[in-house]
């Protein structure tokens, strides 16, 4: 039986979509004749739900859900053929799957994830899926991970993971009682991340390794402390 489990978070950590969802942002904006923000703008803010990008991109509060339905029609089109993993985010899917058990946890759409993890063939790795639509709060709130160890019947401790490349990642693990370890390979600036990990990694391989490594000293440490106890 695995004891360890791992979530990971999706864009930025898994993969790279970040093509995709500029097109969408820039074609919702065209739709709606709403005056266009700068790439850096949109893209500092990817990892935060739709409805709270758009409100912090300058559309109206009463608008914004009419903004995130025209770009999820844009989104659904595109998202398979302008999606592809980040560098060894397939291989760390495997490595972890020989010894963890694995969830996704995103701001993206649960749906339309489900739908692109089928096609890039590794949704069946995964138990659970939490996606924006499964909480009312979602990341850096701890909802949706407490969320997807309730579903696969675990209990947040010291062997539960969180993988990601932003500080929203980070404080909704440690809130939610779970170690996390920061990726560099996503939207999440590295000053900050460095000041909100307590572990950083390049990318999610390396932090399944890490991670791998760090539950192994564990054991040991646990199997010495039973040893002393008899």
Known sequence: ??????????????????????????????????????????????????????????????????????????????????????????????????????????TKTGKYSKMLLDHMGVMRRFDVLIGREDVTHPKPHPQPILKALHLMNIIADKNVWMVGDTCMDMISAKDAGINAVGVLCGYGDRNELKRCSNFLQNDALSAIKLINLLNKKLKLSDNNIKLCDK
């Open 1 to 106: 039986m695995k004891k360890t489990t791992i979530l990971f978070d999706l864009d930025g950590t898994l993969i790279d979509s970040t093509e995709a969802i500029l097109l969408c942002f820039y074609d919702s904006f065209e739709y709606f004749n709403f005056p266009k923000p700068p790439e850096d703008k949109i893209k500092s803010l990817i990892g935060h739900p739709l409805d709270f990008m758009y409100l912090h991109l300058g559309v109206e509060k009463n608008r914004v859900w009419d903004f995130v339905e025209v770009y999820k029609g844009y989104y659904r089109k595109r998202s398979k053929s302008m999606t592809k993993f980040l560098p060894n985010a397939a291989i760390a899917i495997e490595e972890a799957s020989k010894f963890a058990r694995l969830a996704i946890v995103t």
